[in-house]
């Protein structure tokens, strides 16, 4: 089985990134792991350009761990 890499953030870092474009019409979309460690996909950080936000293309990897699916149907 392969490993998926993300680049982890802080609780900073991540609230410097939400609502901000990484390239044109593309947007920074941090989400929680299973460990409840903030990431984004190491996409975002190759394909930054925005020279605010450079600094992503140099956060730590870490193997993504991704939270169960909520069950489908939603259960009342």
């Known amino acids: 089985m392969s490993t998926t890499l993300v680049g982890l953030l802080t609780i900073e870092q991540k609230d410097s990134l939400v609502g ?32 605010e936000f450079m600094w992503v293309k140099d956060l730590p990897l870490i193997d993504y761990k991704p939270k169960p699916s909520p069950p489908f149907p939603p259960v009342d």
Do not use: A, R, T
């Open 20 to 51: 901000q474009l990484y390239e044109e019409d593309s947007f920074f979309n941090p989400l929680q792991d299973l460990s409840e460690n903030w990431i984004i996909l190491v996409e975002e950080m190759k394909f930054c350009v925005n020279p």
